[in-house]
């Protein structure tokens, strides 16, 4: 019987492994997947700094025209100028003036405005393109290194699934159809330890008489509470 439980237990092992396989391999491309995410992010940040840049480079162009088009204006009026005869025409153009000067004024200082905006945008797109340069690359190594990792645990499922056949196989096949049920039924835990009187499946205490049955391995065990075939395991040994 002690040999019987011994293969439980090494047959609970191996699909605690096999139900572990998938949740690496899960874990490990979502890592990836997260990397790539920010990735993009950036990227489109990338992309919204060099937008912002190029409006503010076509600002610079319809601000030049406002500019350009007022000094036109002073010109054109200063001209008339020797042609008015009333003092009213002649208010009428020094106003004129007086606002195209204005405007110079301003777009001299809205055309700077625009360029430090421009370049500061542009600046933060390449900084930015750098950090995702960077990442990428980092990200490139990773993928082949999760890669090369997927390939082994693959390589250790088929192992660890020939074992499982291999074992079952010398089960009992009443016996090996209970563990399968269990094992459906608990959650992929069919066979598992009582340490201190308590299976260490549901945590429920084992009533004494029947844990120093199982202590002496003579027979199986089931958890009154969850049913889980159980096993002894000394204190100086606890779990292989
Ligand atoms: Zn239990």
Redesign the pocket.
Known sequence: MKEEIEKLIALQELNTEMSQFDQHIAEKMQTLKEREQSIEEKEAAVNEFRENAQQFIQNQREIKAAHEDAGVRIKERQNKMMQVQTSREHQALLKEIEDAKRVIKDTEEQLLQAMEQAEKAEAEATELENICTGEKELLAEETTKVEAEVKKLNTRRKTVYNKHGKLAKTMQSSRMKRYEKLLKKRDGLAV?AVVDGV??????A?PPQQFNEIRKGEQLHS??????I?YYTSPEAPEE
């Open positions: 598992v299976c260490q499946g549901c945590f429920m084992i958890c009154p509470t969850c049913q889980r159980l």
